[in-house]
């Protein structure tokens, strides 16, 4: 196994390695097993060790938890020590009232079924996936604190909440003593809203992590999609990234930044996962990839020097 750094979760006594992998897409009962094995196994290979998953993950909702399941037990059970495995509920995976939402029934229902499905006693990190308005954040965090209290998650996380939110839950989890963790929010050259909205400024205050995704915009930050939308491709065939995105506008800005990437020796998805990275608040960038051979590309973002202000100055400009 190669090595990526570590980098800290906020003011935590955690390390996640600096870019985490993700199952959110291409990973489930319509893609052949063996592809998404080696897939795992490469990115564990490379030095990834978080591994990130949700109940809602497929396709169907529940289906990459039990393929990770099955990778953990047949490859990996020798190493669960050296991984860090985080699951989430909360967003909707059926009809019922108790297959979504932040409640205690939802979010503890949710957190056994994962266990099960992993085939693990405990995962490291357990997030509420979103906000949700109609329960009383008290219940929701107070699910939250059994998790850790019943020895079934090891820390917890956040995702999609706003920052007024997630400053009110950073508030209660650390009142009953159970620190946030992490905040995972979507950040990317292409979406920047965690600064602007002073999220990543209340994790420095704060002390949790942030661990981002969505760092390429689902492929839009790589050169794929620069003369049209390849076979296979996500934005042939994901209802998440659909082929309007791929508007003059955007492809006017990512030439501008392929350029860039190119000065610099390097590609526009090494570039953009840079400089997420850029960001002392930022732990760790949750990437996804189809293949081995993007992941091997993707880490290697870690071999160039820093982006000077005069390059951080370039990309503040390409939207405009
Ligand atoms: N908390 C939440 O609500 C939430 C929401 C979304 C995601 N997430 C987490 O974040 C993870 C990552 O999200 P994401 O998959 O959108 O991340 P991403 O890294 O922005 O996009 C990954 C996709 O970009 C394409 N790609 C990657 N490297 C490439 C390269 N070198 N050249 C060309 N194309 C490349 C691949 O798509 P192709 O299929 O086109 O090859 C790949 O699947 C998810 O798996 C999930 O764990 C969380």
Do not use: C
Not at 101 to 127: A, E, M, P
């Amino acid at each position: 196994m190669s090595s990526l750094p570590y980098r800290r979760a906020g003011r935590s006594g955690l390390d996640l390695s600096a870019f985490s992998f993700g199952l959110w897409q291409k990973f489930g009962t319509d893609y052949p097993y063996d592809t998404q094995r080696e897939i795992v196994l490469h990115a564990f290979e490379l030095g990834i060790t978080h591994f990130d998953n949700a109940d809602r993950y497929g396709p169907p909702h529940r289906a990459a938890q039990q393929f990770f399941g099955q990778v953990l037990r047949n490859d990996l059970a020798a190493h669960r020590d050296e991984l860090i495995l985080s699951t989430k509920a909360g967003n909707p995976i059926g009809a019922s009232p108790y297959l979504r939402g932040g409640s205690r029934k939802s979010l503890l229902g949710s957190l056994d079924h994962s266990l099960r499905d992993l085939g693990t006693d405990y995962v490291d990190i357990f997030y509420s996936h979103s906000p949700d308005p109609g329960t009383p954040l008290d219940e929701t965090v107070g699910a939250l604190v059994s998790a850790v209290q019943q020895g079934k998650a090891l820390y917890i996380g956040i995702s999609n909440y706003p920052t007024d939110r997630a400053r009110e839950t950073a508030r209660l989890l650390r009142r009953a003593g159970v620190p946030l963790l992490v905040h995972q929010p979507r950040y990317s050259i292409l979406d920047r809203r965690p600064e602007t909205t002073g999220l990543l400024e209340l994790a420095g205050d704060e002390g949790f992590g942030v661990v981002v995704y969505s760092p390429l915009a689902q492929g839009l930050l790589t050169d794929k999609y620069l003369d049209g939308i390849p076979a296979g491709a996500r934005a042939q065939n994901s209802a998440f990234l659909k082929p309007d995105a791929i508007d003059d506008a955007y492809r006017k800005r990512v030439t501008t930044l392929n350029k860039l990437a190119a000065q610099r020796g390097q590609s526009l998805a090494q570039l953009a996962l840079q400089w997420v990275l850029r960001r002392p608040e930022v732990t760790s960038a949750i990437i996804g990839a189809s293949s081995a051979a993007q992941l091997d590309h993707n880490v290697r973002a870690l071999d160039f020097p820093a982006l000077t202000g005069d390059e951080l100055a370039i990309i503040d400009a390409s939207d405009e």
